[in-house]
């Protein structure tokens, strides 16, 4: 069956940067894009950004110009680059797999196992 392993949390002060890192270890079918979510205690899991194999990519608006989606083919890993991290930013960050079409994505059920970002001072 077929993973994604996620990597690069931490705790970091506000203002801070984080990179995260998703590898899937194989094709998961019936998809053409990676997406990353976040879930903070008590809120419901969230979309951060999207983006297909061929780059296209998707992002809630309230994170563009913070946070950049981008993927290194050879390497099979997409990243999740973070910068001026905020407190509200505090959540377990999710990879997963999904369709991503026409600036909508639609996440299938496969997901990694979560990296804890902590943003605090």
């Known amino acids: 069956q077929v993973q994604l392993v996620e990597s690069g949390g931490g705790l970091v002060q506000p203002g801070g940067s984080l990179r995260l890192s998703c590898a899937p270890s194989?094709?998961?079918?019936?998809?053409?894009?990676v997406g990353w979510y976040r879930q903070a205690p008590g809120k419901e899991r969230e979309l951060v950004a999207a983006?297909?194999?061929?780059?296209?990519?998707k992002y809630a608006e309230s994170l563009k110009g913070r946070f950049t989606i981008s993927r290194d083919n050879a390497k099979n890993t997409v990243y999740l680059q973070m910068n001026n991290l905020k407190p509200e930013d505090t959540a377990v960050y999710l990879c997963?797999?999904?369709?991503?079409?026409?600036?909508?994505?639609?996440?299938?059920?496969?997901w990694g196992q979560g990296t804890q970002v902590t943003v605090s001072s």
């Open positions: 997963n797999a999904g369709r991503l079409y026409f600036n909508s994505y639609a996440p299938v059920p496969v």
């Open positions: 194989g094709t998961i079918a019936s998809t053409n894009a």
């Open positions: 983006i297909t194999s061929g780059g296209s990519t």
